[in-house]
């Protein structure tokens, strides 16, 4: 499967912003989707989870409560929403996907995306 993000941009601390990942292949509706980020000298990190048929999420906790994951099966695209946005949840954003199960590791996922710049002004 190949997965495409988008949404990222420039947005002032307390804003929202929506990202979106496409996903081609018949297979999408099977797969676990994560969201990671990573910031410039960090280590990847995890963001969010939602499980193949979108019934469970797995939030960090550094945002929970502020973003929210969602899927739609019959668009091959995961979503995830960010409201409440913090300067220090500036960085590159990437969608994940896993054949065998929700994870909250990045080496659990086989599939990912190229990323998408998210900055958060203060």
């Known amino acids: 499967v190949q997965l495409q993000a988008s949404g990222g941009g420039l947005v002032q601390a307390g804003g929202s912003l929506r990202l979106s990942c496409a996903a081609s292949g018949r297979t999408f509706r099977g797969y676990a989707m994560g969201w990671f980020r990573q910031a410039p000298g960090k280590e990847r990190e995890f963001v969010g989870a939602?499980?193949?048929?979108?019934?469970?999420?797995y939030y960090a906790d550094s945002v929970k409560g502020r973003f929210a994951i969602s899927r739609d099966n019959a668009k091959n695209t995961v979503y995830l929403q960010m409201n409440s946005l913090k300067p220090e949840d500036t960085a590159v954003y990437y969608c994940?996907?896993?054949?065998?199960?929700?994870?909250?590791?990045?080496?659990?996922?086989?599939?990912w995306g190229q990323g998408t710049q998210v900055t958060v002004s203060s």
């Open positions: 994940a996907g896993s054949p065998s199960g929700i994870g909250t590791m990045a080496h659990e996922y086989a599939y």
């Open positions: 939602i499980s193949p048929t979108g019934i469970n999420t």
